[in-house]
């Protein structure tokens, strides 16, 4: 479980104002964040942090584990990291699973000279276990199985195999973030058919967007004050930068 932000905007820009410096920050989520089983309370997401950004034409990736979650070192890369896309994580982490730098989100991986990362919230039941043997995160095995080593990979496979997750896997959400150096999906994707948790779902496993200063953000809770548009359900974005826009194309899964 986590509470993660996502960016993308037409010129590069910073994140300091949405990971350090805003209201609601990811910091402040990190200490402040709606809790899985009750959201209407609040509390720790600091079992490990993460963020990604593209950066000549890769993907630079910087995480940290429980026990140096937010360290001085981390607060300085938010502070001077400059991108057209960032994707940010904070972990929560699930029962059984380590806390170490390895578990902790973005996962990534390479396909034919394309690195994809991942931020992701909620869980894989069917994963779990496998993510336990090979001491790492059902989060990570979602990306081995969403993205093709062959590299056949654009919008439309990565579409088909998420629908193909969404229907054969056992899950509580597959809420995620997904970049590559040029692109940023998000989809909002929670457990319907656990009718005695519907609820809580709905209350926790959120995106919210906000379209500001030619960027569009994204975040499990608004990160301030203004108005932000909570994404329905079974929700599918894919951003890019086209020319001096920010292109969106949009399905239901």
């Known amino acids: 479980m986590c509470r993660m932000i996502a960016k993308i905007s037409v010129k590069k820009t910073g994140i300091l104002d949405e990971m350090l410096s805003c209201p609601y920050s990811l910091k402040y989520l990190s200490e402040n964040g709606r809790q899985p089983g009750d959201p209407e309370k609040r509390g720790l997401h600091h079992d490990g942090c993460g963020m990604a950004f593209s950066n000549n034409g890769g993907i630079e990736i910087h995480k940290r584990s429980k026990e140096n979650a937010w360290d001085e070192s981390y607060r300085q890369i938010a502070k001077t990291a400059n991108s057209n896309i960032f994707i940010a994580h904070n972990r929560l982490a699930s029962k059984g699973l ?3 730098e390895e578990g902790s989100h973005p996962f990534s991986v390479t396909a034919s000279g394309k690195t994809f990362a991942l931020c992701h919230n909620g869980g894989v039941r069917t994963y779990m276990d496998e993510a336990i043997k090979k001491r790492t995160s059902d989060s990570n095995i979602f990306l081995q199985k969403l993205i093709d080593a062959s590299g056949k990979n654009d919008a439309t496979n990565v579409l088909q195999r998420l629908r193909a997750i969404s229907d054969e896997t056992d899950y509580s959400s597959l809420c995620s973030y997904l970049i590559t150096d040029n692109e940023l999906y998000v ?15 709905e209350k926790y496993y959120t995106l919210y967007m906000s379209m500001r200063n030619n960027s569009v953000l994204f975040s499990s809770e608004p990160l301030d004050d203004s108005p932000w548009m909570l994404l329905e359900n079974k929700t599918f974005l894919l951003l890019h930068i086209s020319g001096s826009k920010i292109s969106v194309e949009y399905c239901k899964i």
Do not use: G, L, V
């Not at 989809?187 to 519907?198: D, L, M």
């Open 98 to 100: 380590e806390m170490n």
């Open 187 to 201: 989809w909002r994707i929670y457990n319907e058919k656990e009718q005695e948790k519907k609820d809580e779902y």
